[in-house]
């Protein structure tokens, strides 16, 4: 791996490369040429993508786009480290594989039959219930 961040220069002649874009640092050469300064580069990226990462992850519960803020860190993440842009690499295959899937002709007929069953079962749900209760709200049902 490229652990120096010389560029990919070294990623690239290892045979590091896939997708046409090398692995390792993205820093401009300025700052990869001074090893203190390229340091202080990465601890800043890495603190602004484990910030951005956090929020993400409690987006999850909340209201808030969180899977996509996380990809936004990991993207961050993915400018200067390796194994960031392994990840994300392992990741948009596994999206364009499971969209493939989902163009399936088979896969799509299979998602309609049980999306139509479940439709069908929650209003017959909620016409037992009307039945029963009337239009009452849960919580002011007496019985």
Known sequence: ????????????????????????S???????????????????IFVLGLTVVTVGVIMLP???????????????WASEF?????????TKRKVTEAAQRALDPKVRRRNTVLTTIGVVIVAVLLAVYAWKFGFAMPWKVDQ
């Open 1 to 24: 791996m490229n652990t120096e961040g010389n560029g990919g220069s070294e990623a690239a002649e290892g045979g590091a490369e896939t997708d046409g874009r090398s692995l390792g």
């Open 26 to 44: 993205r820093a401009p050469r300025f700052i990869r040429r001074s090893r203190p300064l390229h340091l202080s580069w990465q601890v800043g």
């Open 62 to 76: 909340l209201p808030g786009p969180g899977w996509l803020v996380i990809f936004a860190g990991m993207a961050i």
């Open 82 to 90: 390796v194994w960031a842009q392994l990840v994300l690499r392992w």
